[in-house]
Structure formats: C-alpha cells, structure tokens
C-alpha cells in the first residue's frame, strides 16, 4: 500500500514528526503510566538467571543499542557487551550460559544481524529482538519479541524507529531490573513517569524546526563538522555524525567529548562548525569543558542543550538550541530531534535526494 507524505515535502520530516504519536504508541505497551509500573510482554525464559547482556545490531540501531548499555549496566547492573553485526560473528565472542543476546533492527531483515543473531542461538544464548516489523525474520526468530510501534518507516535515514527503540530500551532494562531485584518501587514510578513524559518533549522539540533551519544554514557549505557528546549522548552524537553524512554526503565524525583531546582537537578551525550536545544533567560541566577547548582554538560552536545550559554556557558559541528541559533518561529521545532535523535541512538546502539518498538502501540484505 502507498503510504503518503501527507502535508510534508519529505518522508523523512515526516517520520520526524510522527515521533511523538508512535513513542506514544509504543510506550503503550511497556509500561502502565497511572499505576506508574512496567508492563512487558512476558519472556517464557527466566529473566531472573540472565547474567549478561550482548547488544548487536547495524546503522541507527547499533547507535540505539549504545544508549541501552548505559541503561541495562545503571538500572540492572548486568555487564553488557555491544557489538555491530559485521564484527561479531568474526572475534570468536564468548557466550556463556545465562546470557541474553539482544538484537536490534527497524526491518527485521538486516543479513549481519540476522547472521548474528542466528549465531548466538547456536551458541546457547537467548534471544530477544527489538524490531519495528513484526511480520519480520528477527521477529519470527526470537525468543523474546519486543515490537516498536514506529509503523512503516519510507526514509531510508532512520529517524522514528530510533525514538521508539529508545522508549523500548529503557523499558526493558528497567524491566530486567525489577525482575534482578535491583529497582525499588519507587525507582520504578519515577523511571515510567520520565518515559511518559518523552512524548510531550518530543513534540516541545519540534516546535523549534525554525530555529534548526536557520542554524542548518550555518552547516551547508562546511566540508566537515564534529559531534560531540558524552555519557548516553555520546551515541547521540554518532548518530548526529551518521544522519548528516548520510542524506547532506558532508564529512561528519561524532566523538565522546572527552576523547576529542586525543585526536580530532588537531582538525580545529574555524571553517569546522562542532555540535555539542550537552543536556544539564551531571555530565553537562564535564562536556562544556570541552567544548571550552574547541573554543580556545577558534572552534564555532553549536550548542544544543536546555535553557539552563544555554544559559550557562551558550556565551561564546556560533549558534544555540534550547531544548525542553527533561530528565537525563529521556534525554537521548528528545536530543534525536535537533540532530535529525539539522541533518534534514542541511539535505534540503543542499538538494539532495533526501529519502533515498545515494549508494543507500533501506535495508541491507546483503553482508
Ligand atoms: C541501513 C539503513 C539505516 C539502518 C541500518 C540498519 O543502513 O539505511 O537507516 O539504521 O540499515 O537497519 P535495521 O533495519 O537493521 O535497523
């Protein structure tokens, strides 16, 4: 079936608009907001036995993945590994009894992750799949099937799919948590109260699409440009690198804020803009430190964080972009927003082809 772009020039802006309703949507079947509990389809395996965690998956998803580690080690404090597909299968991992091996996929059909995925059930592990298809391969595969509810994603840039793996993440490592005996009730209320309020804040980060536009202006001609982040914005900051590269075809690299020193300090300039991705929270003066250092040697900056971060620190920077303020947990759905959509104007400004951009597809059933 046709689906259309509605109002939207791009089935990209789109899917980016449509973030609020399917996280929404999503977020309805994992947790129970007035009773303030996670509500988890239920796992025929014990939960309760799972010792580690091994995360693989490609593009966007990995990127999912990567904030998840921080939840499952924070709420469960089971070590997690994280893998893309195409690494895995080929280091010899080790895979030991009590192990839930945990894909992630939009399409259900990526060749590496299914590969791998397939190669982890060899290996005795348990399955469990994060997938927006449900009729998918991975779907069909797993163990544990944990659904996003995106709906059909067109552009081949994934953008809601991310949100919605995120609200599922969250969900699931604090659900392994519960079931560890490591989340008190209250733990829990709070956590299913800040993932309630994702929507909303996705919706409040739209309102400044506008404000994006003009500082996407800013981006068009560089040859190349940084992300930065740290902690669960790291990925984030990756995932900002990896959409702009994608549909704009302009050099971008995200790094973890404080690794900069060690590296792309020397790629400096004033014709390198750098995104910085700092909501307040504890890690927000450790990141604006760092950005301090791109400053000192002449680096034009683009802030994106709250209006007490901005606030704070947007002084000396090129552009600002004040977000809603949210707790850290949800922080990496909201901050999904400005990356994808400076990432979408620049695209636009540059006349690409947005949703099939070059030498792309949607999804990869090759390895
Ligand atoms: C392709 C797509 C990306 C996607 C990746 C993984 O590279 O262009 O948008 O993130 O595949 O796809 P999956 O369906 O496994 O999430």
Redesign the pocket.
Request: proline fraction near 5%; aromatic fraction near 6%.
């Given at each position: 079936a046709m689906i259309s772009k509605g109002n939207h020039r791009h089935y990209m802006l789109k899917e980016i608009y449509e973030q609020p309703i399917v996280v929404a949507q999503t977020l309805r079947s994992y947790v129970r907001r007035l009773e303030g509990e996670i509500a988890m389809p239920a796992a025929d395996f014990d939960l309760t036995a799972v010792n580690r965690v091994t995360i693989v998956?490609?593009?966007?998803?990995?990127y999912a993945g990567m904030v998840a580690k921080y939840w499952f080690e924070q709420f469960a404090r089971v070590p997690v590994d994280i893998d893309v597909?195409s690494e895995f299968r080929y280091r010899e991992p080790v895979l030991e009894p009590g192990g839930l091996a945990l894909f992630?996929?939009?399409?259900?059909?990526?060749a590496d992750?299914l590969a791998a995925l397939r190669h982890a059930r060899q290996a005795g592990q348990t399955i469990a799949v994060v997938?927006?298809?449900p009729t998918s391969t991975?779907a069909r595969e797993a163990d544990l099937l944990l659904p996003t509810h995106a709906g059909p994603?067109i552009g081949?840039?994934?953008t809601k799919?991310?949100t919605c793996?995120l609200a599922v993440l969250a969900a699931f490592a604090a659900n392994l948590a519960r079931a560890k005996g490591r989340l008190s009730d209250e733990e829990e209320r709070r956590i299913v109260r800040h993932l309630s309020e994702a929507p909303a804040a996705l919706n409040a980060a739209l309102a400044y699409d506008e404000a994006i536009e003009a500082v996407a202006a800013q981006i068009v001609n560089a040859r190349d440009v940084l992300y930065l982040g740290r902690g669960p914005d790291y990925p984030l900051a990756l995932e900002g690198a990896?959409k702009l590269k994608?549909i704009s075809y302009i050099h971008a690299e995200g790094y973890a804020a404080g690794e900069m020193k060690h590296g792309p300090i020397a790629l400096i300039d004033e014709s390198v803009p750098v995104v910085v991705i700092a909501p307040s929270g504890p890690l927000f003066d450790k990141t604006v430190s760092n950005m301090q250092e791109v400053q000192a040697r002449g680096g034009r900056v683009i802030l994106i964080s709250d209006y007490d971060g901005v606030e704070q620190a947007g002084e000396n920077c090129l552009a600002t972009l004040t977000m809603p303020k949210v707790h850290p947990l949800i922080a990496p759905l909201v901050y999904a927003v400005p990356v994808q959509l400076l990432a979408y104007h620049v695209a636009v400004a540059k006349g690409t082809d947005v949703d099939q951009p070059r030498n792309?597809?949607?999804?990869?059933t090759v390895e």
């Amino acid at each position: 079936a046709m689906i259309s772009k509605g109002n939207h020039r791009h089935y990209m802006l789109k899917e980016i608009y449509e973030q609020p309703i399917v996280v929404a949507q999503t977020l309805r079947s994992y947790v129970r907001r007035l009773e303030g509990e996670i509500a988890m389809p239920a796992a025929d395996f014990d939960l309760t036995a799972v010792n580690r965690v091994t995360i693989v998956a490609c593009g966007t998803s990995f990127y999912a993945g990567m904030v998840a580690k921080y939840w499952f080690e924070q709420f469960a404090r089971v070590p997690v590994d994280i893998d893309v597909a195409s690494e895995f299968r080929y280091r010899e991992p080790v895979l030991e009894p009590g192990g839930l091996a945990l894909f992630i996929s939009q399409s259900g059909e990526t060749a590496d992750t299914l590969a791998a995925l397939r190669h982890a059930r060899q290996a005795g592990q348990t399955i469990a799949v994060v997938v927006n298809v449900p009729t998918s391969t991975m779907a069909r595969e797993a163990d544990l099937l944990l659904p996003t509810h995106a709906g059909p994603e067109i552009g081949v840039a994934s953008t809601k799919a991310f949100t919605c793996q995120l609200a599922v993440l969250a969900a699931f490592a604090a659900n392994l948590a519960r079931a560890k005996g490591r989340l008190s009730d209250e733990e829990e209320r709070r956590i299913v109260r800040h993932l309630s309020e994702a929507p909303a804040a996705l919706n409040a980060a739209l309102a400044y699409d506008e404000a994006i536009e003009a500082v996407a202006a800013q981006i068009v001609n560089a040859r190349d440009v940084l992300y930065l982040g740290r902690g669960p914005d790291y990925p984030l900051a990756l995932e900002g690198a990896l959409k702009l590269k994608e549909i704009s075809y302009i050099h971008a690299e995200g790094y973890a804020a404080g690794e900069m020193k060690h590296g792309p300090i020397a790629l400096i300039d004033e014709s390198v803009p750098v995104v910085v991705i700092a909501p307040s929270g504890p890690l927000f003066d450790k990141t604006v430190s760092n950005m301090q250092e791109v400053q000192a040697r002449g680096g034009r900056v683009i802030l994106i964080s709250d209006y007490d971060g901005v606030e704070q620190a947007g002084e000396n920077c090129l552009a600002t972009l004040t977000m809603p303020k949210v707790h850290p947990l949800i922080a990496p759905l909201v901050y999904a927003v400005p990356v994808q959509l400076l990432a979408y104007h620049v695209a636009v400004a540059k006349g690409t082809d947005v949703d099939q951009p070059r030498n792309l597809a949607k999804s990869v059933t090759v390895e």
